[in-house]
Nanobody
Framework: QVQVVESGGGLVQPGGSLRLSCAHS????????TSWYRQTPGKQREFLAS?????TYADSVKGRFTISRDFAKNTVYLQMNALNTADTAVYYC???????????????WGRGTQVTVST
């Protein structure tokens, strides 16, 4: 059973920073790629960044957010700087993971972590 768990959310003032973590646990062969998304009530889930050897960013966060990966810890991070109120959302991590060398990867989602940017 593969688990994907986000952490690191919280309340931060405008202009502040947070680092989110996406931890992977359980039995699996490889993490192919990991992406971060966010969602606010009544809106569609928004892609933010992904990493699979290369990194990709949405224009809305390019230059402010940085995605990185610690292979030893099976953890992906999202460093978020210069946060503003529009960044308030639930942030989700999603990874494509293979259970062995013979099967196509499956996508796994975490349950999300709340980020609130407010004075």
């Amino acid at each position: 059973q593969v688990q994907v768990v986000e952490s690191g959310g919280g309340l931060v003032q405008p202009g502040g920073s947070l680092r989110l973590s996406c931890a992977h646990s359980g039995t699996f062969f490889a993490i192919i790629s990991t992406s971060w998304y966010r969602q606010t009530p009544g809106k569609q889930r928004e892609f933010l960044a992904s990493i699979n050897g290369e990194t990709t960013y949405a224009d809305s966060v390019k230059g402010r957010f940085t995605i990185s990966r610690d292979f030893a810890k099976n953890t992906v991070y999202l460093q978020m700087n210069a946060l503003n109120t529009a960044d308030t959302a639930v942030y989700y991590c999603s990874s494509e993971i293979t259970r062995d060398a013979y099967h196509q990867p499956s996508r796994y989602w975490g349950r999300g972590t709340q980020v609130t940017v407010s004075t």
